[in-house]
Structures are given as C-alpha cells and as structure tokens.
Nanobody, 115 residues
Framework: QVQPVESGGGLVQPGGSLRLSCAAS????????MGWYRQAPVKRELVAVI??????NYADSVKGRFTISRDNAKNTVYLQMNSLKPEDTAVYYC??????????WGQGTQVTVSS
C-alpha cells in the first residue's frame, strides 16, 4: 500500500490560515471515507471526515474554522484551516476513515501556530 503524502503545513501566526493537501493512492481514496487526523504530542485525534457521498463531520474543536474537501479526479483531499489557534499545533495526517491496522500512514505535515 502506498502511503499518503501530506503537504502545506508551516509556521503561521494565531488567526492565520493554511491549506493542507493530501495525495492518496487509489486503494485508499476509493474507501468510503477519508479523514484528516492530527497528533500532538502523543494522542492522534480525528479532525474531519468526508465521505464519498459528500457528507462531512468535524471535531468540535475545529467546527466553523476548518473545511475539508476532496478532488476525486486527483485522489486528493484538502483541509482549509482558518482562524488558527496555538492549540491547533500538531502534525497533520490524512488516511482512510476509519483507518485500519494495515493502513499505512504518511509522514504528515507539521502545522505550528505561534506568534
């Protein structure tokens, strides 16, 4: 299984924005749903989910600030992050949702929110 490739992270001031991208293999992207996850510093949490039918769910901590979308033609999932807060600092990953034990994780992309 080819690992997802996340990009778009960086250092941003509180209140700023970033757009993350995730290029996934067809075998992952064809699953029922894709998700963005984040890990800081130990616990990995689910941030947002988008299903093939278009339904979307967000963690309460990011509702109203983050937007997940997908481009099926490019096997790519995006996460638009606005009004970023220091507590959003984490390594962000994408994968199928739910991610199974055999699913390979990518390197992630670091998001740091700091003044």
């Amino acid at each position: 299984q080819v690992q997802p490739v996340e990009s778009g992270g960086g250092l941003v001031q509180p209140g700023g924005s970033l757009r993350l991208s995730c290029a996934a293999s067809g075998s992952i992207f064809s699953r029922e749903a894709m998700g963005w996850y984040r890990q800081a510093p130990v616990k990995r949490e689910l941030v947002a989910v988008i299903r093939r039918g278009g339904s979307i769910n967000y963690a309460d901590s990011v509702k109203g600030r983050f937007t997940i979308s997908r481009d099926n033609a490019k096997n790519t999932v995006y996460l638009q992050m606005n009004s970023l807060k220091p507590e959003d600092t984490a390594v962000y990953y994408c994968n199928a949702f739910p991610a199974g034990r055999s699913d390979v994780w990518g390197q992630g992309t670091q998001v740091t929110v700091s003044s």
